[in-house]
């Protein structure tokens, strides 16, 4: 079971199991063709709807999407998620990180941070292009930016500093 939210106002609980989905406990009865690079068609109660994954943070296991040209992110909490959420723990799942490393291998095509620059948790560092797609890749905690690794235009392989933290 997945909560899924895209603002304050809209969450769902989805259940995903291989025969069917459910939304809140209804059926949710709709047919998605992955049309490539990232690009998908949803047909949904008789309507047609173009799809574009824009970026994906694994970590914060949101994704922005682009659906009918208005753009959302979604976020994902699994039952973990919920536990620490429900436990009070959730801010004690996250631990101070140092640096920031690439998730996959790709190509700087956009620096937002200087050293020295305070951030928050979700704000921009960089934006990592990788298979066709541009990825948003963001602060996973507060802190002050001490080195920025790369340089417009790099090409960088998984797993390699992106960005420091003091």
């Given at each position: 079971?997945?909560?899924?939210?895209?603002?304050?106002?809209?969450?769902?609980?989805?259940?995903?199991r291989p025969d069917q989905i459910t939304v809140n406990g209804q059926p949710f009865g709709w047919d998605l063709v992955e049309l490539g690079n990232g690009r998908y068609h949803l047909l949904w109660q008789n309507r047609s709807y173009p799809v574009e994954v824009v970026g994906v943070d694994g970590a914060a296991k949101t994704v922005q999407l682009k659906l009918a040209g208005r753009r959302f992110e979604v976020q994902a909490k699994d039952r973990f998620d919920l536990l620490l959420d429900k436990l009070g723990m959730s801010q004690a799942a996250s631990h101070k990180i140092n640096e920031v490393k690439a998730p996959m291998p790709g190509?700087?095509?956009?620096?937002?941070?200087?050293?020295?620059?305070?951030?928050q948790k979700g704000d921009a560092l960089l934006v990592l292009e990788a298979m066709k797609m541009e990825n948003i890749i963001k602060s996973p905690g507060d802190g002050t930016v001490s080195a920025v690794k790369v340089a417009l235009r790099d090409n960088v392989n998984k797993g390699q500093v992106l960005v420091q933290f003091a």
């Open positions: 079971m997945l909560q899924v939210r895209t603002g304050p106002d809209s969450v769902w609980d989805v259940d995903y190509l700087i095509v956009d620096i937002r941070v200087v050293p020295g620059q305070t951030v």
